[in-house]
C-alpha cells in the first residue's frame, strides 16, 4: 500500500466527498460520495457511483470497482449517518416553539414557528448537504427510493439516523428549557388544556380536526413538498440557482407552514414528529402522547409517504415526461426581435443566427 493511499485511509470521512488515490503507475481513480448533495439536485438524482470505470474493472491496475473503492464505501456509516442533519434542524426547529409557548407571546408568536422551521432547514441544509443529501425527511428519502434515486438499502439507514438525530434533538431542547417548560405548567407535563406542553415536541390536530381532515393534510402537505423540490431542482425546469440551495428549500417550508400549518402543525415528517414523541413519552407526558386526537399518533407517521410518492408522481408525470428531447432541442441565443437590424428582416422574415 503506497503512501497516497494510506493517507487516503487516514483523512476522516466527512473529508471524502470527492477524493482520488493513485497507483503506483499513474492510473488515477475518483470515487464519489454515494450520496449526492442538496447543490446536485437535493439528492433526488442518481448517476453511476465510478463512471471512470463503467464496465466495473480498471484497466491500468486490474482491480474491480468494488475493490478501488471499498475503503471510501467503509465511510458510509460515519460519513452519511451520523452526518445526517437533522439533529440540527429539529433542535432550532424545536427550540422556537418551546420559547413561543413558555414565553406564552411575550417571546414570539405562530409566525416566528414557521419562520425558525424555514431557516432550521436552511441550516441543516448548509450542515448536511454535502455529506448526506440532507433529506432530514424520511417521505423524502422514501420517494427517492421509488423513484430509483436512492438505494434501498440506503433507506434504513437514514431513517434510523433521522429518527435518532430526531430523538436527541428533543431530548436537548427538554434539558434546555426544563426550567422554562416547568415554570409554565407548574411541573404538570399535559398534553392539551391551556398549560399543555406536549406540543412543544410533536404535533398534535386543532381540536376541531377530524382524523380524515388531518391524513388529507398531511398528505397534500407532504406532497406540495416533495413536487416544490423536484421542480427546484430539475435541472431542465427553473431550478435554483448555484449556492442558493439552502435558501429555497428553507422559504419552501416556512411557505408550507404558514399556509398549512394550523390545522395540525404541518408535520410533513415522520422521523421529526416519531421521535420527539417516544421521547415524550418517556420524559413524563405518559402514554398520552398517543391517546390524544383520537389517536392521532399514525397520521404523521403514514400520511407523508404516500404525500410525498403522489407529489412527485405527479410533477413526473404533467412536468418532468413534458420536456423537449435534448438532442432534438437546438439552443438558440436570446435575441429580442425588435432590435434586430432591418437589413437582417427579408420578406417580412427575421434572421436569427444560431
Same mark, same amino acid.
Given at each position: 500500500?503506497?503512501?497516497?493511499?494510506?493517507?487516503?485511509?487516514?483523512?476522516?470521512?466527512?473529508?471524502?466527498?470527492? $477524493?482520488?488515490?493513485?497507483?503506483?503507475?499513474?492510473?488515477?481513480?475518483?470515487?464519489?460520495?454515494?450520496?449526492?448533495?442538496?447543490?446536485?439536485?437535493?439528492?433526488?438524482?442518481?448517476?453511476?457511483?465510478?463512471?471512470?470505470?463503467?464496465?466495473?474493472?480498471?484497466?491500468?491496475?486490474?482491480?474491480?470497482?468494488?475493490?478501488?473503492?471499498?475503503?471510501?464505501?467503509?465511510? +458510509?456509516?460515519?460519513?452519511?449517518?451520523?452526518?445526517?442533519?437533522?439533529? +440540527?434542524?429539529?433542535?432550532?426547529?424545536?427550540?422556537?416553539?418551546?420559547?413561543?409557548?413558555?414565553?406564552?407571546?411575550?417571546?414570539?408568536?405562530?409566525?416566528?414557528?414557521?419562520?425558525?422551521? @424555514?431557516?432550521?432547514?436552511?441550516?441543516?441544509?448548509?450542515?448536511?448537504?454535502?455529506? =448526506? @443529501?440532507?433529506?432530514?425527511?424520511? %417521505?423524502?428519502?422514501?420517494?427517492?427510493?421509488?423513484?430509483?434515486?436512492?438505494?434501498?438499502?440506503?433507506?434504513?439507514?437514514?431513517?434510523?439516523?433521522?429518527?435518532?438525530? =430526531?430523538?436527541? %434533538?428533543?431530548?436537548?431542547?427538554?434539558?434546555?428549557?426544563?426550567?422554562?417548560?416547568?415554570?409554565?405548567?407548574?411541573?404538570?407535563?399535559?398534553?392539551?388544556?391551556?398549560?399543555?406542553?406536549?406540543?412543544?415536541?410533536?404535533?398534535?390536530?386543532?381540536?376541531?380536526? =377530524?382524523?380524515?381532515?388531518?391524513?388529507?393534510?398531511?398528505?397534500?402537505?407532504?406532497?406540495?413538498?416533495?413536487?416544490?423540490?423536484?421542480?427546484?431542482?430539475?435541472?431542465?425546469?427553473?431550478?435554483?440557482? =448555484?449556492?442558493?440551495?439552502?435558501?429555497?428549500?428553507?422559504?419552501?417550508?416556512?411557505?408550507?407552514?404558514?399556509?398549512?400549518?394550523?390545522?395540525?402543525?404541518?408535520?410533513?415528517?415522520?422521523?421529526?414528529?416519531?421521535?420527539?414523541?417516544?421521547?415524550?413519552?418517556?420524559?413524563?407526558?405518559?402514554? $398520552?402522547?398517543?391517546?390524544?386526537?383520537?389517536?392521532? +399518533?399514525?397520521?404523521?407517521?403514514?400520511?407523508?409517504?404516500?404525500?410525498?410518492?403522489?407529489?412527485?408522481?405527479?410533477?413526473?408525470?404533467?412536468?418532468?415526461?413534458?420536456?423537449?428531447?435534448?438532442?432534438?432541442?437546438?439552443?438558440?441565443?436570446?435575441?429580442?426581435? $425588435?432590435?434586430?437590424?432591418?437589413?437582417?428582416?427579408?420578406?417580412?422574415?427575421?434572421?436569427?443566427?444560431?
Amino acid at each position: 500500500m503506497n503512501r497516497q493511499l494510506i493517507q487516503h485511509v487516514a483523512l476522516p470521512a466527512a473529508t471524502h466527498l470527492r $477524493e482520488t488515490h493513485t497507483h503506483t503507475h499513474t492510473h488515477t481513480h475518483t470515487t464519489d460520495n454515494l450520496a449526492y448533495p442538496i447543490y446536485l439536485h437535493f439528492g433526488l438524482w442518481g448517476k453511476p457511483d465510478y463512471p471512470e470505470h463503467p464496465i466495473g474493472v480498471c484497466n491500468g491496475c486490474h482491480r474491480t470497482t468494488a475493490q478501488v473503492c471499498s475503503l471510501h464505501n467503509s465511510y +458510509w456509516w460515519s460519513g452519511e449517518t451520523v452526518m445526517e442533519p437533522i439533529w +440540527w434542524m429539529e433542535v432550532f426547529g424545536l427550540g422556537t416553539v418551546a420559547q413561543v409557548v413558555t414565553g406564552e407571546g411575550y417571546f414570539g408568536e405562530y409566525l416566528s414557528i414557521n419562520i425558525g422551521f @424555514g431557516l432550521a432547514v436552511a441550516m441543516g441544509v448548509h450542515v448536511g448537504g454535502k455529506v =448526506s @443529501g440532507a433529506h432530514m425527511n424520511a %417521505a423524502v428519502s422514501f420517494t427517492m427510493c421509488v423513484f430509483g434515486r436512492l438505494r434501498w438499502k440506503m433507506l434504513p439507514l437514514y431513517v434510523f439516523a433521522q429518527f435518532l438525530g =430526531s430523538f436527541l %434533538a428533543a431530548g436537548t431542547i427538554f434539558s434546555l428549557y426544563y426550567d422554562a417548560i416547568n415554570h409554565f405548567c407548574g411541573g404538570n407535563l399535559t398534553v392539551s388544556g391551556p398549560k399543555a406542553t406536549a406540543g412543544i415536541f410533536a404535533t398534535y390536530p386543532a381540536p376541531y380536526i =377530524s382524523v380524515y381532515t388531518g391524513f388529507f393534510d398531511q398528505v397534500a402537505g407532504t406532497g406540495l413538498l416533495l413536487l416544490c423540490l423536484m421542480a427546484l431542482s430539475d435541472q431542465r425546469n427553473q431550478p435554483l440557482v =448555484s449556492g442558493g440551495e439552502a435558501v429555497g428549500v428553507g422559504l419552501l417550508v416556512m411557505l408550507i407552514g404558514v399556509s398549512m400549518g394550523s390545522n395540525s402543525g404541518y408535520a410533513i415528517n415522520p422521523t421529526r414528529d416519531l421521535g420527539p414523541r417516544l421521547f415524550t413519552l418517556m420524559a413524563g407526558w405518559g402514554t $398520552e402522547v398517543f391517546r390524544a386526537g383520537n389517536c392521532w +399518533w399514525w397520521v404523521p407517521l403514514v400520511a407523508p409517504f404516500i404525500g410525498g410518492v403522489l407529489g412527485a408522481l405527479i410533477y413526473k408525470a404533467l412536468v418532468e415526461l413534458h420536456h423537449p428531447d435534448l438532442k432534438s432541442t437546438i439552443t438558440r441565443p436570446a435575441v429580442d426581435p $425588435e432590435c434586430i437590424p432591418l437589413d437582417k428582416c427579408k420578406n417580412g422574415r427575421i434572421e436569427i443566427p444560431v
